[in-house]
């Protein structure tokens, strides 16, 4: 499967580009998307039927902890950790007269200038001097301390040699430099603010607004080594939201392996053209050029799909922190999946076309899907075929009962399932029934929309 995958990118890649090289002739375009599922954890609840996945988390370790009760080893992470965040606080803040705002130090000034620098978290820094003409304004920085709670301390704990970058909600541990790192952090705090507004009605945990963690692995290896170990379920996969650690999980697809694998497969396809062509020139630099090109796509393609995922992902963590899922698990897979693929689109509520056009009407049906309750995932319903029609249809239901005209009643069967005194009942209940009664329809009138919807995609095979 995992050879497939690497030769459909390539095949996408190739097809994107739209670079045609004398003789090798254009690729076409074979859609995929690599699904990262949310891991059903192990725990004998979960396993003896009692309750639904991944909403059994093990004991969380607190938020603080009384510094009389913290061990000499705790004591001594958190005076460390306290100190880089102050060396890491920006003591000046200057406004340029273009807008611009820097943050940092200045380290030396003259009647004509002024010498700053600016500090990037571990990945070095710069120094600049800048001209007095050009700026408007130089005042404090008024950015806080962050606190350091207890989690923190036993997060730095459990990986001793990976910096610590801490942007509250956030808290980050990570080997990349602070620029990955700050981009990922952009993603998520923008998903974080929109999270807020577009599901406020149905948020139950309020206070879990800080010491939202992310583990942010640069090797491929080492994030196989903790998903093999937390998400077992998972198999290939790039990123994911583990309850048990209540933390997102991610690695650098730059660096991955299989990016290296489609890399290589370009560069033997150039050679062996350049080989068969090698008395003209013409073909020789055509051959080039292709390849630079589609290199350029495989790293374009490759941070798309790294922000889909941590959209993905991070909006797993969020529904789950903030209690938007129950805490017995009466959410079934359809919807957990689907309120995640509602969030990946940089704007919400975007229709899942892209999924939706690798789906062949018929796989499932729809009240099979919603009723499906098997905690091992959807791998369970089929073959890769099936499960890329569980996700897309999933994210199909979700985006049409998020329309306005539905959205309250939708709203009204989240908090259905919320209400633990309705867990039993509604157990008895098929779901897709539950649902359809929920937001005013017959399961025949519910079902025969979603079709409908389903076939609106101009872009569907």
């Not at 910096?163 to 990570?174: D, E, H, N, S």
């Not at 990955?180 to 998903?191: I, P, Q, R, S």
Request: glycine letters at 6%.
């Amino acid at each position: 499967m995992r050879k497939l995958f690497l030769l459909l990118v390539l095949f996408v890649i190739l097809g994107l580009t739209g670079v045609e090289i004398p003789g090798l002739g254009k690729l076409a375009e074979v859609p995929t998307k690599l699904l990262s599922a949310f891991p059903l954890e192990d725990n004998p609840l979960i396993a003896s039927g009692q309750t639904s996945p991944a909403y059994i988390p093990e004991p969380m370790i607190p938020l603080h902890k009384p510094y009389s009760e913290l061990t000499q080893a705790e004591r001594e992470i958190k005076m460390n950790l306290e100190q880089q965040m102050i060396d890491e606080i920006p003591s000046d803040l200057l406004i340029l007269k273009n807008g611009d705002r820097r943050e940092g130090q200045i380290v030396e000034e003259t009647v004509t200038e002024v010498r700053f620098q600016q500090d990037y978290r571990g990945a070095g820094s710069m120094m600049t001097w800048i001209a007095r003409s050009s700026i408007s304004q130089i005042a404090q920085a008024d950015e806080e301390t962050p606190d350091i709670s207890y989690r923190d301390i036993r997060y730095k704990m459990e990986f001793p040699n990976m910096g610590l970058y801490k942007r509250p909600p956030f808290t980050v541990l990570t080997e990349k430099n602070f620029f990955d790192v700050e981009n990922a952090v952009n993603l998520l705090d923008g998903l974080h603010s929109q999270f807020l507004i577009e599901f406020q009605n149905v948020i139950q945990t309020k206070e879990r607004a800080s010491g939202i963690q992310l583990l942010f692995f640069a090797e491929e290896e080492d994030f196989e080594f903790y998903r093999d170990k937390y998400a077992t379920n998972l198999g290939y996969s790039v990123g994911f939201y583990s309850p048990r650690k209540d933390r997102l999980v991610i690695y650098d697809q730059q660096s991955s392996e299989a990016k290296a694998e489609i890399v290589d497969k370009v560069e033997a396809i150039k050679a062996g053209y350049q080989k068969k062509h090698n008395r003209s020139r013409r073909r020789q630099n055509a051959a080039a050029t292709w390849s630079r090109e589609v290199k350029r796509e495989i790293g374009v393609e490759v941070n798309k799909g790294m922000r889909r995922i941590l959209r993905h992902e991070g909006a797993h963590q969020l529904f789950s922190t903030y209690g938007v899922h129950s805490a017995h698990g009466a959410e079934h897979l359809w919807l957990i999946e689907g309120l995640a693929v509602y969030c990946e689109s940089p704007s919400f509520g975007s229709r899942p076309d892209e999924l939706l056009s690798q789906i062949k009407e018929g796989l499932i049906s729809f009240p099979s899907l919603v009723n499906f309750s098997d905690r091992r995932g959807f791998g369970e319903l089929g073959n890769d075929k099936v499960v890329n029609a569980a996700y897309g249809m999933s994210g199909l239901i979700t985006y049409y009962l998020m329309q306005p005209r539905h959205r309250a009643d939708f709203f009204k069967f989240i908090e259905l399932l919320q209400d633990p005194d309705e867990a039993d009942r509604i157990r008895e209940i098929p779901r897709f029934e539950l649902l359809s009664k929920t937001v005013g329809m017959t399961p025949e009138q519910l079902e025969k929309r979603l079709v409908a919807e389903f076939r609106k995609s101009d872009s569907r095979i």
